[in-house]
């Protein structure tokens, strides 16, 4: 037996068979192809949310605010401790009039209120760059503290907890896409195995006088497995275009309203690994349902 | 080529062959024949191995069929080709599809099935129907085709259950002249049939189960007088219908 000729013949079979039962494949690839969607939706929504976390920590700095009175070596021995703490990169003094500036530039608007009170409300600062890795060491709580009791120190803004918060959120959306994708997709298996089992029903004469001819059994229930897979496949695919025209929409979208928050959450697609697991994920599925039909008591 | 050793089967408690012993070589063209309910075709799916054999021993071409694994049935089918009284054909598929989808599943290439088809389908002259479905075709010329479909895979062996039970008569003696072609070829050819006449024209050894269905024994006929075993079992007849009249 040349077993690239016998190989050829099973696809054949396959997409025969799928091509006879046209309407029942269609159903079956679209139902995949939505599961897979929904969990794409979710990994896009995880990856974006997931950049979005990774440039504010990137961009995340600790402000060490001074008293007003503070003097040049407390100023010196906070820097000296903060650098000699292993988890800051570089330290930034932040003058008052500097702050001032900032706030002129950030908020115009607000310039003339802010011009109203007496004095310069803005207090000096020391900004910390924290080293990468750090957000997540268990000893910066401990040195935010030690700078906050410094008798330089005001206050100490590190916004850290909303961007836990904020991670758990995007780890929780992943974990949901995971699950929701899970339990589709073993639904989409189910529909892929019901239409196999459909495609079988409709081949039993073939399957019999196959049988009573001697073709081995891998030719026999080959096909029915490789509709399966096929299926799963083009669903996979099929997903991944509709997530492609989504997004392309969305960012279609975000740039028609020129909403800038929007913009900070859609970045990016789905990357190429990702984009493969959707499709790999689709033809396991395939591979799931045909199995499950093409069992020797199903065929 | 076939051997059959006190070999018994029941289906649901009633005993349908009881031991049943018979031997058919190389090369042979036998029928089987009896009453309906006598077990032939039973005998058949016992050769192909559709039923295991409650006790007994069947050998084709040495190998023990009722002890074979069912991983190795394909390969004892393989050498054998099968035609059925209601043919089998797949109405979706042509003629020439019909014939050669079994070689497609072999891993057959295009070229070679298409040389094997139209070998057989000229030899049972319906070559130029090869792109008709089985409806567009009389019952003769389907039979033909799973005859075709029987030979594409050049069998060691021809099983054919009741092949002419739907045929008329000239239908039927064109369908056996096929078979004797076949024969001729160097085919092992058995055929079961409950249409005396028939076997009686052509004129081949017989072996007959009997006895309401159950079998007891084997009897062996010889339907032409000049046939050598005739005289050694000494069986009459049943008489041409003719004779009858």
Same mark, same amino acid.
């Given at each position: 037996m040349r077993r690239g000729a016998a190989f050829a013949s099973l696809l054949d079979e396959a997409l025969a068979g799928l091509w006879r039962a046209r309407r029942v494949t269609v159903v079956s690839i679209l139902q995949i192809s939505f599961s897979l969607f929904l969990v794409g939706l979710f990994l896009l929504a995880a990856e974006n949310l997931g950049g979005v976390v990774d440039t504010l920590r990137e961009e995340t700095a600790v402000t060490v605010y001074l008293r007003s009175g503070a003097d040049e070596a407390s100023k010196a021995a906070l820097e000296r401790t903060a650098l000699a703490?292993? #988890?800051?990169a570089a330290v930034r003094r932040v003058s008052a009039e500097e702050a001032r500036g900032r706030f002129a530039r950030s908020f115009g608007n607000l310039t003339e209120a802010a011009g *109203?009170?007496?004095?310069?409300?803005f207090p000096a600062s020391v900004e910390l760059d924290l080293l990468p890795g750090a957000i997540s060491s268990a000893a910066l709580r401990p040195f935010l503290a030690n700078l906050a009791a410094s008798?330089?120190?005001e206050e100490v803004q590190f916004d850290v907890d909303w961007v836990r918060r904020l991670r758990g959120v995007v780890r929780l959306v992943a974990a949901a896409g995971v699950a929701a994708g899970t339990f589709l997709a073993l639904g989409a298996a189910f529909t892929i195995a019901n239409v196999v089992r459909l495609t079988i029903l409709l081949h039993r004469d073939e399957i019999d006088i196959l049988r009573l001819v001697g073709a081995p059994e891998v030719l026999i229930r080959g096909p029915f497995l490789l509709g399966g897979v096929l299926q799963g496949l083009l669903g996979g695919l099929v997903a991944l275009g509709l997530l492609a025209v989504a997004f392309r929409g969305l960012l279609f979208f975000v740039a028609s309203t020129e909403n800038v928050l929007l913009g900070v959450f859609v970045v990016r697609f789905l990357s190429p690994a990702v984009c493969g697991i959707l499709v790999l994920g689709g033809t396991l599925a395939g591979l799931l349902g045909g199995t499950i039909a093409s069992r020797r008591g199903h065929v | 080529m076939i051997e059959f050793y006190r070999v018994s089967k029941e289906y649901h408690g009633r005993?349908?062959?009881?031991n049943l012993s018979f031997q058919i070589a190389q090369g042979e063209f036998v029928f089987l024949t009896g009453p309906s309910g006598a077990g032939k075709t039973t005998v058949l799916k016992l050769l192909y191995r559709a039923e295991g054999p409650g006790e007994g021993q069947i050998l084709v071409n040495g190998r023990n069929v009722g002890a074979m694994s069912p991983g190795r049935v394909p390969e004892l089918r393989r050498t054998m080709g099968i035609v059925f009284q209601d043919y089998k /054909?797949?109405?979706?598929?042509t003629v020439f599809e019909n014939v050669s989808f079994v070689l497609k599943f072999l891993g057959v290439p295009l070229a070679e099935r298409r040389r094997r088809a139209y070998h057989v389908l000229r030899m049972v002259e319906l070559h130029h129907r090869?792109?008709? #479905?089985?409806?567009? #075709?009389s019952g003769g010329e389907q039979q033909r085709v799973a005859l075709a479909r029987a030979l594409v895979n050049e069998p060691e062996l021809l099983i054919a259950d009741e092949? *002419?039970?739907? #045929?008329d008569h000239r239908l039927a003696q064109e369908v056996m002249r096929l078979f004797s072609q076949i024969n001729v070829r160097g085919t092992t050819v058995l055929v079961a049939t409950h249409d005396v006449n028939l076997i009686r024209e052509t004129g081949r050894r017989c072996l007959t189960l009997d006895r309401g269905g159950v079998l007891e024994g084997l009897v062996e006929a010889a /339907?032409?007088?000049?046939?050598s075993w005739r005289r050694e079992s000494g069986v009459k007849l049943p008489p041409r219908e003719e004779e009858t009249r």
């Open positions: 703490s292993r #988890l800051v *109203t009170l007496s004095g310069n409300p008798p330089a120190v | 005993r349908v062959l009881k /054909l797949l109405p979706s598929r090869a792109n008709a #479905l089985p409806e567009e #075709l092949p *002419t039970g739907n #045929l /339907l032409p007088p000049q046939a």
